[in-house]
Each structure stands twice: as structure tokens, then as C-alpha cells.
């Protein structure tokens, strides 16, 4: 009798180290699909990343405001101090488009700056897109920036934002100012790059780096 029992708890120590075993296989293979994954995730980003960068424009450049806000001074301040050749009117038409290779748009409305400039919204999305139409017709690229942050957003300067991301190249966008993600479906919606910054001091490195040569 003592032999049958040593022989059985021999066969149950066997049958209890397979199973330990097997469990132990499974959890390293958990712990090796897990990386994959991951991998997976920052190649798609680096993808991305590189679709975007291949995005370079040129100059001479044509800076206009959409919505007569003061951002627009601000872009003017910030082209300046990277040195590109460019020339601002803030009422530009196709008229005024020359032998400019890139049009900056510097998105945001205000009622004030509407009022000074002589024009109501509707005239100013009319005039925007007449000038977005012969930049098109030109083979001109168009940059869309919207900086001014949460304060730039809401139903007036919503109404330039969309036309504007239709029809740009490429947009470089404060991120505080999407925080519903509007723009973010804009850009997919057209298949444009958007790159986020986090303020508006950002704004020179970007600009730097999508007219870099």
C-alpha cells in the first residue's frame, strides 16, 4: 500500500509541475506580445510624423488676416524675426497675389477689428475665399495658423476656421485653442497636416521649420 502511495503523489508532483510550467509559458508569452503592440503604436506615429514633414513651402509670401483680428500682427511679428520675404495686407484680394509662392492665413475673428476694417463677416469669408481660389489656381501654397488660443475660438472665428482648413496645405494650430478637437477634424477631413504647438512662442520654431530649405 505504502509503494501505490508513493507512486501516486510521484504522479502528482509530475502533474502539478507541467501545469506550473504551462502557466509560466503563458504569462511570458503575454509579457512578449505586450512590446509588439506597443511597436506598432510608434511606428504608426513615426509615419505620420514623416507624412507631415515632407511638407515645405516657399517664398516670397502673402500675409493676410481671416476675421481682422490682432493675431495677424502678431504672425507679422514672428515672419520678421525669421527673415522670410513677405508682404502683409490684411485686405488682400487676388489682385494682390503677385508672384507670391505662399499665402499665409492668420486665422481669427473679431468684431472690433471686422468693424475698423469696413467689412462684416460675411464680406470678409467672401473675400477670403475668392483670394483662397486664385491662390489654388496658382499652384500657391496656403498655411493656415491659428495662435490666438481659446480666446480665438467661438462662432465668428469658427466661420473663418473652416475655409480655411479646407483649402490649406498645412496648419500649425496653439493647441489650447482645440481643445474639441475641431480643427484636428478638419485637418483629417481634408488630409492636411496639423501641428500642434503650445503657445504662441512656438510659433517662430514651426514656422522655421515649413519653410526650412
Not at 490682432?70 to 490684411?90: F, H, P, Q, W
Amino acid at each position: 500500500m505504502k509503494k501505490y502511495l508513493k507512486i501516486l503523489l510521484a504522479f502528482a508532483l509530475v502533474i502539478g509541475l507541467t501545469a506550473c510550467g504551462n502557466s509560466n509559458n503563458a504569462t511570458t508569452e503575454e509579457k512578449t506580445e505586450a512590446p509588439a503592440t506597443e511597436n506598432v503604436e510608434e511606428a504608426t506615429t513615426n509615419e505620420e510624423t514623416e507624412a507631415v514633414a515632407e511638407v515645405t513651402f516657399e517664398e516670397p509670401i502673402l500675409l493676410t488676416s481671416v476675421g481682422q483680428s490682432a493675431d495677424v500682427e502678431m504672425v507679422k511679428s514672428i515672419v520678421d524675426r525669421v527673415g522670410l520675404d513677405y508682404t502683409a495686407n490684411n485686405l488682400a484680394t487676388s489682385a494682390d497675389l503677385g508672384e507670391a509662392k505662399t499665402l499665409i492665413l492668420a486665422i481669427g475673428g473679431s468684431s472690433k477689428g471686422l468693424g475698423a476694417a469696413g467689412i462684416d463677416a460675411d464680406g470678409e469669408l467672401k473675400r477670403v475665399q475668392e483670394l483662397i481660389d486664385a491662390a489654388k489656381a496658382n499652384d500657391v501654397k496656403v498655411l493656415a495658423l491659428h495662435i490666438g488660443g481659446e480666446a480665438r475660438r467661438g462662432e465668428l472665428s469658427d466661420k473663418f476656421i473652416k475655409p480655411s482648413f479646407e483649402a490649406a496645405d498645412y496648419a500649425i494650430v496653439v493647441k489650447g485653442g482645440d481643445t474639441d478637437e475641431f480643427m484636428k477634424g478638419l485637418a483629417a477631413d481634408n488630409g492636411i497636416g496639423l501641428e500642434y504647438i503650445e503657445s504662441i512662442t512656438d510659433t517662430t520654431t514651426a514656422i522655421e521649420n515649413a519653410f526650412a530649405k
